[in-house]
């Protein structure tokens, strides 16, 4: 799919974080504090990527995940800023979804110790039970 249809479908916001890689505010977004249940599911495409059971509060200002779904997203080098992030993507669609930091000891235990850093935005909540 190219990135046309995309644009007929998200809103201009949406479509710059997911297909043009910008980032929301810290703070803001509709899922960073939420205790939902669910499955969230890319914005642009519908694909699950992460399950309320993951999900847990980073303080870091957007909604934080300690793992995705199996092969629900791709992990690529970012130097965008000056130094080495990992950017994560949907596998299904590509699109922008955030950054994975590892090893700050954030996550709750037993979860792995990882902060998938999502953009609200790029999400929509599929509540469960």
Known sequence: MTDDPYKATLSPQEYQVLRQGATEAPFVGEYTDTTTQGVYCCRACGAEL?????????????????????A???????????????????KNCDSHLGHLFSGEGLAPQPLPDQRYCINSISMTLRPTG
């Open 50 to 70: 992460f399950t309320s059971e993951t999900k847990y509060h980073s303080g870091c200002g957007w909604p934080s995940f300690a793992d995705a779904k199996d």
């Open 72 to 90: 629900a997203v791709t992990l690529h080098e970012d130097r965008s800023l000056g130094m080495p992030r990992t950017e994560v993507k949907c």
